[in-house]
């Protein structure tokens, strides 16, 4: 299952879903295409129709409520609404909290005195 396409969002995978986060797919149609596109920082050459944006990066007022599909299944349903845009959490870098990639020295063991260089890179 394709995770939240916006850099840094921890949100990736089938338990994105079932801790509630919805995944919404970027519009196929311009211009809204190009603007959700703009607004992740996925340049529209690198774009390849399988961009996820989770709920997260949207405000509460950007959804609307189906009282009547709500009632009938007993389940509050809500969609994003046609004109609404990513502006939530929309960061060029990695959010607090996740864990980035740390480059560390250390002594090789070959008893030269070399070092190597370890690279750890975050889940």
């Known amino acids: 299952m394709p995770g939240?396409?916006?850099r840094g969002c921890v949100n990736h995978g089938a338990?994105?879903?079932a801790l509630?986060?919805?995944l919404h797919t970027v519009p196929r149609?311009?211009?809204m295409r190009g603007k959700w596109l703009k607004l992740i920082?996925?340049?529209?050459?690198?774009a390849n129709g399988k961009e996820r944006v989770c709920s997260l990066h949207f405000r509460r007022s950007d959804y609307q409520y189906d009282p009547t599909l709500?009632?009938?299944i007993g389940v509050l349903k809500h969609y994003l609404k046609r004109?609404?845009?990513?502006?939530?959490n929309l960061h060029d870098t990695a959010w607090p909290g996740r864990r980035q990639s740390v480059g560390t020295s250390l002594e090789s063991?070959?008893?030269d005195g070399s070092k190597m260089h370890v690279l750890q890179v975050g889940a």
């Not at 920082?41 to 690198?46: A, C, K, N, R």
């Not at 004109?83 to 939530?88: F, G, I, K």
């Open 4 to 6: 939240c396409s916006v």
């Open 15 to 17: 338990k994105t879903v």
């Open 20 to 22: 509630g986060c919805m």
């Open 29 to 31: 149609k311009e211009p």
């Open 41 to 46: 920082h996925v340049e529209g050459s690198t």
């Open 70 to 72: 709500s009632k009938s």
């Open 83 to 88: 004109d609404a845009l990513p502006s939530e």
């Open 109 to 111: 063991g070959a008893g």
